[in-house]
């Protein structure tokens, strides 16, 4: 009675303890992987890739940890995992796991609007090149 009073307050006591479990999981990775890992963390926790919702940012979370374990297990070289580019690395990861977010309404309404904006202008040029003599 008394957990699930707190639960309501606090959020899901079990997944605290899965994020513990992961920050504890990171911590035991061998170098370069636990630096890495700790860098991608800091950026997935800025919330500059998106943060997935409900238990999805505990699965997230765990399928991290095992990346990394695994890439620790077979040494597979930290740029084979991330490439030449970090960022989208971790955005391309995030975004497996979030569902649609407002930047993806903002994004389509950009590229909308770039469009539109194209046929605007090659309907502008042909209708100056029929009116030209």
Known sequence: MAAKWIELVTGSLEQKKEYRRYRARIDALPEPYVTVAKAFHRYFMSGAAGIPEDDSVVTMLRDFVELWERAAADGTPVRDIVGE???EFADLFA???LGKRWIDNER???TRS???AEQTDRSVE?????EQP
Not at 126 to 130: A, G, P, V, W, Y
């Open 85 to 87: 580019d970090p960022v």
């Open 95 to 97: 975004q497996a796991y």
């Open 108 to 110: 389509a309404r950009l």
């Open 114 to 116: 770039i469009e539109s």
């Open 126 to 130: 042909q209708t100056d090149r029929r």
